[in-house]
């Protein structure tokens, strides 16, 4: 979806590494989208976990060739900062 379709429309951000992943200020982050959207906030939780560690080489065969594919692309962030994977 293009931003320009939002243009006009009250847009409330929300990125799971930089309001949920942390357990402490997730209830924060969700207060707020509940607010946003004019709802009463209810405490939230979840059972789950990250199954992926951050190191990309314990992860990733072939590190060096999605490095070279990667690189000089809107995704070589991602190699620096495994934890940023939002694209815009």
């Known amino acids: 979806m293009k931003r320009l379709s939002l243009e ?19 209830q924060a982050a969700l207060d707020r989208a509940f607010e946003f959207l004019g ?9 789950l976990v990250r199954s992926v ?3 990309l080489e ?8 999605l ?8 995704f070589e962030r991602f190699l620096e900062d495994p934890s940023c994977v939002a694209v815009d």
Not at 39 to 47: L, N, R
Not at 67 to 74: D, K, M, P, Q, V
């Open 53 to 55: 560690g951050a190191k």
């Open 8 to 26: 006009g429309l009250p847009v409330h951000s929300l990125r799971y590494e930089r309001d949920l992943l942390d357990p402490a200020t997730r």
């Open 58 to 65: 314990d992860t990733v065969r072939n590190l060096d060739e």
């Open 67 to 74: 490095s070279g594919a990667l690189r000089h692309t809107r």
């Open 39 to 47: 709802v009463a906030p209810v405490p939230a939780s979840t059972p």
